[in-house]
């Protein structure tokens, strides 16, 4: 097994959901983007850094008391790719890094433990499906992407990169990988 590093994407706007940030709307009690950290934390996998941008100061303190590290994005407007990279960078010795997004308050420590345990080596990622959709979070294996991961601009996250790829891993997982919360519709569908 690879070293193993978490990277939770916290930094985006979410301008899909409305004026108020959207990781911190409230489901069973709890901030959104504080189910993904919880789940990060308890798969018990590796390190977990939380990058942060657009109301970085309110989601620092939804997380507050995690052990997370956190790492501000400065460029996080320029889209999910600099977060990616941020995160990245914060995991220098991490071989596989397994990527979250802090609107899937569904994913559990379980999903993740699932994708970690699929991994073989030569797998240059590893992703979730359901229904026959892909969806997150993925395991990325640093080097045999780093020039692709290198190379992302904009809003745009592994997903198209491992589209075109052979050695991709699929593991049939639980309809969770495609439950995102971007509209108010979205949440409300998940209480």
């Known amino acids: 097994m690879p070293d193993f590093g978490l990277v939770l ?6 301008t899909r959901f409305g004026p108020a940030p959207k990781l911190l709307q409230s489901l069973e009690r709890e901030p959104l983007v504080r189910h993904a ?10 390190p977990v850094v939380a990058v942060l941008g657009a109301h970085a100061p309110a989601v620092r303190a939804a997380l507050d008391g995690l052990a997370l590290t956190f790492v501000e994005n400065p460029a996080h407007a320029e889209g999910l790719s600099t977060s990616l990279r941020a ?3 914060a995991l220098p010795g991490a071989e596989a890094v397994l990527v979250l997004l802090g609107d899937m308050p569904r994913i559990g420590a379980h999903h993740l433990r699932a994708l ?21 979070p993925v395991l990325l294996h640093r080097r045999r992407l780093a020039a692709e991961l290198t190379a992302l601009t904009g809003d745009r996250g592994a997903g ?32």
């Not at 994407?9 to 979410?14: E, P, Q």
């Not at 950290?37 to 590796?46: E, I, K, P, V």
């Not at 970690?116 to 892909?134: I, N």
């Open 9 to 14: 994407l916290a930094a985006g706007r979410g």
């Open 160 to 191: 198209r990169l491992l589209a075109e790829r052979g050695d991709v891993r699929e593991v049939p997982l639980d309809a969770a990988v495609l439950a995102d919360v971007d509209t108010p519709a979205a949440l409300a569908r998940l209480a």
């Open 87 to 89: 995160g990245l960078a």
């Open 116 to 136: 970690a345990d699929a991994y073989v080596e030569g797998d240059a990622a590893v992703v979730p499906v359901h229904a026959g959709q892909r969806g997150n």
């Open 37 to 46: 950290a919880r789940a990060a934390l308890g798969s018990r996998l590796g």
